[in-house]
């Protein structure tokens, strides 16, 4: 202990005593005589008003001031505090708002796994022209995210959630949008499917501002999305029988009475962005934005007559035979008119012995389909459908 505090401690010993046994002052009533009435206790004073500046005073050689400290005059009564008044030390409990903070988290948690691989899935499909998984991811980021857009609209959260909310919220929107974007049966073209792309990524920018407002990571990730498949759906490539032909390959078959054989081939395949009707008018016929022309070429030959039936002639397949496969999409062929800058087009005929029929099939097509990933395929009837894979060639 060091002179200074022993010297303080020393003066509140000092001030304690003198309070203690100072005499109490006793006021005068109106005459000037002294109270008779029983004494009045000294006021309480203050230890720390008393003992301001004392330590100075004490180490300069001045006198202490322990003279008391003038009280306010009162009511003599005592002042009973109303029961239902808050004095100011007490503290008053702050009425909250029933906010929905924790079960917008909640369902941003629970669903943006989902939105990011159902996103995803949807890119991955449009960027591969693969119209059927174009179709079927869409109609179900659409349904997924209106669902959640419900939720959370119903929602009423607090200043600090707000952000969070108005982020997830846009993105829910532009998930919607994407997926209306694609809907109907019109086929794709590069409007649609820059459309549809450009609102996938406001979509994923707006899920990412939700997710960073959230005080931890995301840890839950729904079972139905853990097994998604990006890598597309499989070519195929054949009739089920690995037994594809290729381009310029025949297939021999019978007639329906089993009087004469026939030949079957697809001779080419090439893609073209438009052609000439011959109709006098000259009119173009230009494939829609991000689409084009697969034309096909067929041969069909009656080889001739066998065994003891009398039956001489054959009838080709009908162009309705003939479908176009890419992966998990199915294209049909178009009706064209009869003279086209492309030649004669295909069609069902009748044929005399070793007599042939040359022409071309056309299907419309996106742009962006893969020709060697593709294969027609023919319903000849009873069970006969030869294959022809367009990326084979002998």
Same mark, same amino acid.
């Given at each position: 202990m060091d002179l200074q505090d022993a010297v303080v401690m020393m003066l509140a010993l000092v001030v304690f005593t003198a309070i203690l046994f100072s005499p109490s002052p006793t006021p005068l009533d109106a005459a000037g005589s002294p109270d008779p009435g029983p004494p009045q206790p000294a006021p309480v004073q203050n230890l /720390? /008003?008393? !003992?301001a500046g004392a330590g100075e005073r004490f180490l300069d050689g001045q006198p202490l001031n322990v003279a008391p400290v003038p009280v306010q005059e009162g009511s003599d009564d005592p002042v009973v505090p109303d029961e239902n008044t808050t004095s100011p030390g007490e503290n008053s409990t702050a009425i909250v708002p029933d906010y929905d903070d924790d079960e917008l988290v909640g369902l941003v948690e629970n669903s943006s796994v %989902? $939105?990011? !691989? $159902? /996103? $995803? &899935?949807? *890119? %991955? #499909?449009l960027y591969s022209w693969d119209e059927k998984s174009v179709k079927e991811n869409a109609a179900s980021l659409q349904a997924f995210a209106k669902t959640v857009l419900r939720d959370a609209e119903k929602l009423e959260v607090s200043e600090? &959630?707000?952000?969070?909310? #108005?982020?997830?919220? /846009?993105? !829910?929107?532009?998930?919607v949008a994407a997926g209306e *974007? !694609? &809907?109907g049966n019109d086929p794709l073209n590069s409007t649609k499917v820059d459309t549809a792309l450009g609102e996938i990524q406001w979509g994923s920018i707006h899920l990412r501002e939700a997710f960073e407002g959230l005080d931890h990571p995301v840890l839950h990730v729904p079972q139905e999305v853990v097994e998604v498949n990006f890598s597309g759906s499989r070519s195929h490539t054949g009739s089920g029988t690995g037994e594809e032909l290729a381009l310029l390959q025949r297939y021999l078959y019978e007639d329906r009475n089993r009087a004469n054989d026939i030949s079957l081939m697809l001779a080419a395949a090439r893609e073209i962005g438009a052609y000439?009707?011959?109709?006098? %008018?000259?009119e173009v016929v230009a494939a829609d934005p991000g689409r084009m022309f697969l034309l096909v070429e067929v041969k069909a030959t009656n080889l001739g007559h066998k065994g003891d039936n009398r039956v001489y002639r054959i009838r080709t397949p009908d162009i309705s035979a003939f479908t176009l496969h890419c992966?998990?999409? *199915?294209y049909s062929p178009i009706k064209l008119a009869p003279r086209t800058s492309l030649g004669e087009p295909y069609g069902a005929a009748t044929l005399d012995r070793y007599e042939k029929k040359v022409g071309y099939i056309i299907f419309d097509v996106p742009e962006a389909l893969a020709i060697d990933e593709c294969y027609v395929q023919v319903d000849l009837g009873g069970g006969e459908s030869p294959v022809w894979a367009l990326g084979k060639t002998l």
């Open positions: /720390s /008003s008393v !003992l %989902s $939105l990011m !691989l $159902l /996103s $995803l &899935q949807s *890119t %991955s #499909a600090f &959630q707000e952000p969070v909310k #108005a982020a997830f919220t /846009s993105s !829910l929107k532009s998930y *974007t !694609l &809907q000439y009707q011959f109709n006098g %008018s000259g992966r998990d999409n *199915t």
